[in-house]
C-alpha cells in the first residue's frame, strides 16, 4: 500500500520567508511525527500528534515553527520568517496507534529545505 | 529513554553476515529496543524491534542479551543496498509520546 508522502520534495526559499511543509500519513495510521535532519547531523524530534491534538511538542525549536493536523489526517508544518540555520531535511512519520501495544513508525522521503 | 553507543562505522564483505552491535547499559524493563536504517538521502527505514526475546523477520535478526544490557542486530547476507545508517534505539512505552531518539548510528559499508 502507499506510504507516508511529504510535498514538495525539495524547497528552495529567501531568509524571511515563510514555508509549509505537507505530510499525509499512512492512512489509518493516529499518530504523526515530525523530525529535521541538518546536514551532517542526526535526527532532531520536533513534535508529534495524536488524532488532531499535539500531546508533544517539546523539540519545535522556536515559535516560528507551528505544525497542525487537521481530520486526523494530513499534516502541515509552518516555518515563519526561515532562518539559513532551518536549512534541514524535515521527516515526517506515521504510526498505527500510539498506545497499543508497540507500533512502528514510517517514515516519509522527506523535504529538503534550503534557506538562502 | 535510555542512551545507545554503537561503533560509529563498520566494514562488511557482500555476502557475509553483518552484524552490528548496540550498548544499551541502562535499559529499563518497559524498554524495547528498535533497529532503524537509513540509506543516502532517504527517510528511515524500519528493520525490526524486540523487548527480550531473540527476533527474526525478512530483514534481519535481533538478539538481545539475557541481561537486556546490549544486542546484536543481524544482516544474514549483507548486499551492496544494505550500506547505510544503522540507529539502534531504545524506548519506553510509559511514556506519553511515541518520539525516536535517534543517536549517531553506524555507518556500515557493504564492499564487493
Known amino acids: 500500500g502507499a506510504g507516508v508522502s511529504q510535498s514538495p520534495s525539495n524547497k528552495v526559499t529567501e531568509k524571511g520567508k515563510d514555508v509549509e511543509l505537507r505530510c499525509d500519513p499512512i492512512?489509518?495510521?493516529?499518530?504523526l511525527y515530525w523530525y529535521r535532519q541538518s546536514l551532517g547531523q542526526g535526527l532532531e524530534f520536533l513534535i508529534y500528534?495524536?488524532?488532531?491534538?499535539?500531546?508533544?511538542k517539546s523539540g519545535l525549536p522556536s515559535d516560528r515553527f507551528s505544525a497542525e493536523r487537521t481530520g486526523g489526517s494530513v499534516s502541515t508544518l509552518t516555518i515563519q520568517r526561515t532562518q539559513q540555520e532551518d536549512s534541514a531535511v524535515y521527516l515526517c512519520?506515521?504510526?498505527?496507534?500510539f498506545g497499543v501495544g508497540t507500533d512502528t513508525q514510517y517514515f516519509g522521503p522527506g523535504t529538503r529545505l534550503t534557506v538562502l | 529513554d535510555a542512551k545507545t553507543t554503537q561503533p560509529t562505522s563498520m566494514d562488511c564483505a557482500e555476502g557475509r553476515a553483518a552484524n552490528l552491535p548496540c550498548n544499551h547499559s541502562t535499559i529499563s524493563g518497559n524498554e524495547y529496543v528498535y533497529w532503524y536504517r537509513q540509506i543516502h538521502s532517504q527517510g528511515p527505514q524500519y528493520i525490526i524491534h524486540?523487548?527480550?526475546n531473540n527476533e527474526t523477520n525478512e530483514m534481519a535478526s535481533l538478539i538481545i542479551t539475557e541481561d537486556r544490557k546490549s544486542s546484536t542486530l543481524i544482516l544474514p547476507h549483507a548486499t551492496l543496498r544494505d550500506t547505510a545508517v544503522y540507529y539502534c534505539i531504545v524506548r519506553s512505552f510509559s511514556s506519553n509520546t511515541g518520539k525516536l531518539i535517534f543517536g549517531q548510528g553506524t555507518t556500515l559499508q557493504v564492499k564487493p
Open positions: 492512512s489509518g495510521h493516529t499518530a
Open positions: 524486540g523487548l527480550k
Open positions: 500528534f495524536q488524532g488532531n491534538s499535539a500531546p508533544d
Open positions: 512519520a506515521s504510526s498505527l496507534n
